[in-house]
């Protein structure tokens, strides 16, 4: 069977027999997930009695009764993720795009990871395949791994592959790339989180760019009555970068942290007061957006 050669994790652990007969007591072994630009070794987490390891082993069993379900194979390499197995995934949707090598979202997904992974022209590679196997397909609503309090799914297919290279781009510093990438965005900007989460990338790609009108034309669109789900982050800095809210009313957060670092920098030249803001997000989540682009900007500004 397929999945005997899926995970280089120890089979005793992940197996099903062993899932039925211990299911409180399973934890994977910890395993060096990669080294970031600053040199740091990040390792997969623990997972004691995680909700998602449960959701991990419904979504294997299922892989395993289902092995011809590309749903099924892409569902299991995202609940690997969740756990914060980013190798294991990535061989996952490896094995995906080896068996349905014109399937977008295995590239999508795979993509995703070697961000996480710090690995960004294979992310860019996966990217651009995804955006060539999508060209005059029908968009489709991603379903979410992690839902919102309201359940709705927020993201498309094409969204997600556009915005993930934009993103990519940004990281490497290529802010023309990445301009061109989030520009081209297939949302259809149904939600209003749609709208501040790719804001908030425009604007600081335009500002790099020194294009402060389009900067300024980006979060026109943003005022404080919109229906915002889940990005209160991305909203927040969008109102901060209009002006509609001052920097001592900002609800300090990875992405409020990165946002003002940027901020310091562009507007008031003041990298001293920048890298204050990057030291503290640098203490944060490293495998969150934030953080990845903070870390890039800080190898970039300060080594």
């Keep these: 069977m397929k999945y005997f050669s899926l995970l280089s994790l120890s089979l005793a652990l992940f197996s099903c ?8 007591h399973i934890n994977p072994p910890q395993v060096i997930e990669t080294i970031t630009l600053l040199g740091d ?21 299922n892989y395993f009764d289902n092995q011809d379900s590309p749903e099924a ?27 349905y090598p014109n399937d977008a979202r295995f590239y999508r997904h795979r993509g995703h990871r070697y961000i ?28 979410d791994g992690l839902p919102n309090s309201k359940n709705i799914p927020l993201s498309t297919l094409h969204g997600n ?20 990438a989030f520009t081209n965005r297939s949302v ?40 915002i789900i889940e990005n209160m982050s ?23 942290l990165y946002s003002l670092a940027n901020w310091y920098i562009y507007e008031k030249n003041d990298t001293l007061k920048a890298k204050e803001y990057y030291q503290e997000l640098l203490k944060g989540n490293p495998f969150s957006f934030a953080y990845i682009a903070g870390e890039a900007d800080w190898v970039r500004l300060y080594e």
């Design 234 to 256: 991305y909203h927040q800095s969008c109102l901060f970068y209009k002006g509609l809210l001052e920097e001592s009313e900002l609800v300090i957060d990875e992405v409020a």
């Design 17 to 24: 027999d062993s899932y039925q007969a211990s299911k409180s």
């Design 41 to 61: 070794t990040l390792t997969s987490p623990e997972l004691k009695g995680s909700k998602s390891f449960d959701q991990f082993k419904s979504a294997q069993l």
């Design 73 to 99: 194979l892409i569902w299991y390499g995202r609940r690997i993720a969740y756990l914060g197995y980013f190798k294991e995934a990535i061989k996952v949707f490896t094995l995906g795009i080896e068996t």
């Design 188 to 227: 259809t900007h149904k939600y209003d989180d749609n709208i501040v989460s790719g804001g908030h990338w425009l604007y600081m790609i335009y500002r790099r760019l020194n294009k402060i009108e389009e900067s300024k034309a980006v979060v026109d669109q943003v005022n404080q009555e919109m229906n």
């Design 116 to 143: 996480s992974t710090r690995q960004y022209d294979k992310a860019i590679n996966d990217f651009e395949k995804a955006v060539i196997l999508i060209d005059q397909t029908i968009d489709q609503i991603e379903p």
């Design 161 to 180: 592959i556009w915005y993930h290279l934009g993103l990519t781009y940004y990281l490497k510093n290529d802010m023309n790339n990445a301009l061109k």
